[in-house]
């Protein structure tokens, strides 16, 4: 017999289009995709994207550091 089938490689495990990633919407908590169809993505919706940035507003997510970065230091490479 002829092995026509070819064995199974990695590639089986990683298929060339995966589908978007479902995150939970941070702000309701709803599963919702990451993809870029989605442009309200990490959120569900504009209306969830509106109340987080809502709440950054009104401090719900106030940030514990207050000391403004020194100028003398050069800002740190990040990606
Ligand atoms: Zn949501």
């Known amino acids: 017999m002829a092995s026509a089938d070819t064995p199974a490689s990695a590639a089986a495990a990683i298929p060339p289009r995966r589908p978007a990633p479902e995150v939970d919407c941070p702000a309701c908590g709803t599963k919702t995709r990451f993809e870029p169809a989605n442009p309200y993505r990490p959120f569900c919706s504009q209306r969830c994207q509106a109340h987080d940035f809502g709440a950054w507003a009104s401090e719900n997510y106030r940030v514990a550091v ?7 230091q050069p800002p740190r490479a990040g990606d």
Do not use: E, L, N
Not at 66 to 72: E, G, I, K, Y
């Open 66 to 72: 207050v000391a403004p970065p020194d100028p003398d």
